[in-house]
């Protein structure tokens, strides 16, 4: 209890110093992990078992997130492979000629090393509302290819044969519609966890690996079984921390392996100088399928780093004693080092592309990715943005008094629902600053506002002032605190929905309810 104890606080300590100065906590958890190795700690069975835990809870997230549609797409098939086709045979090459190894040794870490990062990539996109963005969406769909790749390369190594009673798993898929069931019964507590956990952990973990299967796999699998089903967001997000925190015994056991010397780190920076023609790599191979400069570099820069997927890829060669573990601490600080540096620059991606798009321009091509093109929006004399409960109420009440109207969603999910409910409805993300100064508004007098996210809506209105836009700019918001940097960016009129929803309500209630008559 004692070395747990030990364990949490320099974890915490070094993330929380790690998180104020804007990178991500995990780095902390690795420095945490090679500061208790200097100090004479090592891992143990009950740390190795939170760790692998970690993992399992992170493929079966992934794998409820994976959708066969985003997949099957040319450019993140063809981008995933070929990129890291062409990365991990250039990073092979680099560890062959600048470090005296093994070729089977710089072999696994060049596969290591093509992977770029789920955790960081989807925390960066996420905190700047880009995850369905089209940039972003190529990115995760990049993301999940690679990670797919990783879980094959763990199945593969495992080193172990199938038991024949492998063939009994095939049942899973008749027993699908139960899983749907039990899912629909859990409720929206504590049930929804444990049930995450027993198909992650027990079902998918447990079961595969005692009949000769990866578990890394059976995770992934039980996941991707559970990927349609309407609630699959919500238990991703019910085990979402539970995951977080296991993942931090990951980091640090791969930290308790040793502590880097000066030569370690000084071999991490070396490997690291391949990550600017990993990003343009990622650009000029998306160029290829016709996206657009910026939706190139955006997704590029997102995956600019080494991932923790290459790190449990690697810990599989030190299990099955292809390398020694000092090696581990060389991919780790790699890792590191990769997130240090992609975490600031993701950060101000769109100033950097703006501060480059001469450059960057001249490689785009003159056609035009479907989904990456201008959004046409007609002879529309109002636009709503953001097609939510609000949005679809005030999209019906303006097509009701026959205003010519469209309505704009991010998530193109939801706009296809919409168009199947016969709306107007077109994917646009309306933190792009390419979608406003690419659309002809000539004609257009009011744009409403509806997306929840206060940033998202200040960001609009600025870009929309920005390019000239002189009709009414209308917006929604919850707190009072969030007029203010509407009005700064140029907002109109801005309507609270608490200010009249006492008096909609009794307005409703005496359109559709008999009262007794006062008189």
């Given at each position: 209890?004692?070395?747990?104890?030990?364990?949490?606080?320099?974890?915490?300590?070094?993330?929380?110093?790690?998180?104020?100065?804007?990178?991500?906590?995990?780095?902390?958890?690795?420095?945490?992990?090679?500061?208790?190795?200097?100090?004479?700690?090592?891992?143990?069975?009950?740390?190795?078992?939170?760790?692998?835990?970690?993992?399992?809870?992170?493929?079966?997230?992934?794998?409820?997130?994976?959708?066969?549609?985003?997949?099957?797409?040319?450019?993140?098939?063809?981008?995933?492979?070929?990129?890291?086709?062409?990365?991990?045979?250039?990073?092979?090459?680099?560890?062959?000629?600048?470090?005296?190894?093994?070729?089977?040794?710089?072999?696994?870490?060049?596969?290591?090393?093509?992977?770029?990062?789920?955790?960081?990539?989807?925390?960066?996109?996420?905190?700047?509302?880009?995850?369905?963005?089209?940039?972003?969406?190529?990115?995760?769909?990049?993301?999940?290819?690679?990670?797919?790749?990783?879980?094959?390369?763990?199945?593969?190594?495992?080193?172990?044969?199938?038991?024949?009673?492998?063939?009994?798993?095939?049942?899973?898929?008749?027993?699908?519609?139960?899983?749907?069931?039990?899912?629909?019964?859990?409720?929206?507590?504590?049930?929804?966890?444990?049930?995450?956990?027993?198909?992650?952990?027990?079902?998918?973990?447990?079961?595969?690996?005692?009949?000769?299967?990866?578990?890394?796999?059976?995770?992934?699998?039980?996941?991707?079984?559970?990927?349609s089903h309407k609630r699959a967001e919500e238990l991703s997000r019910s085990i979402w921390g539970l995951k977080e925190v296991l993942l931090v015994g990951f980091f640090l056991q791969i930290g308790l392996l040793g502590h880097p010397d000066f030569a370690t780190i000084q071999q991490a920076l070396l490997i690291n100088l391949l990550l600017p023609i990993k990003a343009m790599l990622f650009f000029f191979i998306l160029l290829l399928f016709k996206l657009r400069a910026r939706s190139a570099f955006l997704a590029g820069l997102s995956l600019a780093t080494y991932s923790e997927f290459g790190l449990i890829v690697a810990n599989m060669g030190v299990k099955q004693g292809m390398f020694a573990a000092e090696w581990m601490v060389l991919l780790a600080v790699t890792v590191a080092i990769s997130f240090a540096i992609s975490?600031?620059?993701?950060?101000?991606?769109?100033?950097?592309?703006?501060?480059?798009?001469?450059?960057?321009?001249?490689?785009?091509?003159?056609?035009?990715?479907?989904?990456?093109?201008?959004?046409?929006?007609?002879?529309?004399?109002?636009?709503?943005?953001?097609?939510?409960?609000?949005?679809?109420?005030?999209?019906?009440?303006?097509?009701?008094?026959?205003?010519?109207?469209?309505?704009?969603?991010?998530?193109?999910?939801?706009?296809?629902?919409?168009?199947?409910?016969?709306?107007?409805?077109?994917?646009?993300?309306?933190?792009?600053?390419?979608?406003?100064?690419?659309?002809?508004?000539?004609?257009?007098?009011?744009?409403?506002?509806?997306?929840?996210?206060?940033?998202?809506?200040?960001?609009?209105?600025?870009?929309?002032?920005?390019?000239?836009?002189?009709?009414?700019?209308?917006?929604?918001?919850?707190?009072?605190?969030?007029?203010?940097?509407?009005?700064?960016?140029?907002?109109?009129?801005?309507?609270?929905?608490?200010?009249?929803?006492?008096?909609?309500?009794?307005?409703?209630?005496?359109?559709?309810?008999?009262?007794?008559?006062?008189?």
């Open positions: 209890m004692v070395t747990a104890g030990i364990w949490l606080s320099f974890a915490f300590i070094l993330g929380l110093l790690v998180r104020q100065v804007g990178l991500p906590p995990l780095i902390g958890y690795l420095v945490a992990g090679f500061t208790l190795s200097t100090l004479g700690y090592e891992s143990n069975s009950i740390l190795k078992e939170i760790a692998h835990a970690g993992v399992l809870l992170l493929l079966f997230s992934v794998g409820l997130k994976l959708r066969l549609s985003t997949l099957i797409r040319r450019e993140i098939l063809a981008a995933s492979l070929l990129h890291m086709a062409i990365m991990g045979g250039l990073t092979y090459l680099i560890i062959i000629l600048t470090i005296d190894v093994d070729p089977m040794l710089a072999l696994m870490s060049a596969i290591a090393l093509s992977f770029s990062s789920t955790v960081v990539a989807a925390k960066v996109l996420e905190s700047k509302r880009e995850l369905q963005a089209f940039h972003g969406r190529v990115a995760i769909g990049i993301l999940i290819v690679q990670d797919l790749v990783a879980v094959a390369v763990l199945s593969l190594g495992s080193g172990e044969a199938p038991s024949i009673w492998a063939l009994t798993l095939l049942g899973l898929l008749f027993l699908r519609p139960l899983l749907f069931r039990l899912l629909d019964v859990t409720g929206h507590g504590e049930l929804v966890v444990l049930y995450g956990l027993l198909l992650a952990l027990v079902i998918g973990g447990s079961s595969f690996e005692h009949l000769g299967l990866s578990s890394e796999l059976g995770a992934l699998l039980l996941g991707i079984m559970l990927a975490a600031p620059l993701n950060r101000h991606a769109h100033e950097l592309y703006e501060w480059l798009e001469k450059f960057l321009h001249r490689f785009e091509s003159h056609q035009r990715h479907p989904d990456d093109e201008p959004i046409h929006i007609g002879n529309s004399h109002v636009i709503v943005m953001g097609m939510g409960r609000v949005g679809s109420g005030v999209y019906d009440s303006f097509a009701d008094k026959q205003y010519r109207i469209i309505g704009l969603d991010s998530d193109p999910i939801k706009a296809e629902q919409q168009r199947k409910q016969g709306r107007r409805v077109l994917y646009a993300d309306a933190e792009d600053p390419g979608l406003w100064s690419n659309m002809i508004l000539d004609g257009v007098h009011t744009i409403m506002l509806t997306m929840p996210e206060l940033e998202a809506k200040v960001l609009a209105t600025r870009q929309l002032r920005k390019r000239g836009y002189t009709g009414t700019i209308s917006t929604t918001i919850v707190f009072e605190e969030e007029e203010a940097p509407l009005k700064a960016a140029g907002a109109d009129y801005i309507y609270n929905y608490y200010d009249g929803v006492g008096s909609s309500f009794a307005q409703s209630t005496i359109e559709n309810v008999i009262l007794p008559n006062e008189a």
